[in-house]
């Protein structure tokens, strides 16, 4: 009797398989078409008034599956800026939801590749999804200018293709690109934007030999948040972070570096372990982003920028090191996708995870 009944349960599953692979294609057509109507429908990302922090990219020019190049989204009432737009950026804030033509600008801490190599599809996704009319506003310090200019030569000839393709209602040709708005720091922090609230400060930070680069202060409604950008432990992050709730610092452990970097010496892989060593000296390791989030006093510190790639949660332990130690606080390792909110008139930093 049992195997009979045995008998009766393959045979229903091979008769199952083979209905599934004779209808796979109207299957597969029917769910992929209910999945994009459900993803239309939910609308995006909902926040309410309050200053946010969006992480779209926690990684480095080391190659990570896990995470896009540095990216940040800063959200204050109806205001929103992107903070560095680091390669696969774009692509995880349209999985998030955020609404890419609702950007007032892109700030940009400084102008090495691995934080501007997502600018071409952001800008896109600004032109083509909100038939944009005037270029994405591209912000930073004295040389943003040529950023702007080389990224608007290069995809000239796509946007020819785009309008020809789209036409001008959905995609105008004055839409199309960036537009760069330079202020100019040397040792003092500037005021970037004073507007509805919000106030931005952009202020210099120690990453040597790469200069200009800055990191930047967000204050809205009582509540800060600052973006370290890249740098060594800098007392200008220390005194622009005072008193903020909220520091997103780079970070690189100096120990899962060195294995790295021996790792590539006995593959015989000189050139990259050279790099791997000169970039010790210019990024803060997870133990001195906690120093100064200590010196500043912040309720949260978050880390981004990570260095090594981070295989996963298990290893947060090893990259954090001794911060701990040095920082009594709340320390995150960052994640794309994660959400912080700082809600006006509390104390409070909630987060949340939307990838």
Known sequence: ???????????????????????????????????????????????????????????SPLPNPA??????????GDQAFVVDIGEGGARNLNLIGFAIPSLDGVLLTHFH?????????????YWTQGSATAPLPLIGPQGVESVAEGFNAAYRIDHGYRVAHHGPDIVPPSGGGVSAQPFTIDAAPVLVLERGGLRITAFPVDHDPVKPAVGYRFDYKGRSLVISGDTARSPSVE??????????????????????????????????????????????????????????????????????????AFFYPAFLGDAGKHFGGPITVGEDGMVFSLAPGSETITRDKRL
Do not use: W
């Open 239 to 312: 005194r622009a972070a005072k008193g903020a709730d909220l520091l997103v610092h780079d970070a690189l452990q100096p120990r899962l570096v060195a294995g790295l970097t021996d790792a590539l010496e006995q593959a015989g892989q000189a050139n990259t372990a050279k790099i791997t060593r000169d970039i010790l000296d210019y990024h803060a390791s997870p133990e001195d982003a906690a120093r100064s989030a200590k010196v500043a006093g912040v309720r949260q510190l978050v880390l981004t920028h990570l260095v090594p790639p981070i295989p996963n």
């Open 113 to 125: 590749s691995d934080h501007i190599d997502g600018l071409g599809p952001l800008a896109l996704f």
């Open 1 to 59: 009797m049992k195997r009979k009944l045995l008998m009766a349960v393959a045979a229903l599953l091979v008769v199952a398989v083979a209905a599934v692979m004779l209808f796979q294609r109207q299957a597969g057509e029917r769910l992929f078409a209910r999945g994009a109507a459900m993803r239309v429908a939910d609308g995006g990302l909902r926040l309410d008034d309050g200053l946010h922090l969006i992480l779209c990219g926690t990684g």
């Open 67 to 76: 995470r896009a190049g540095p990216c940040n989204v800063v959200i204050a």
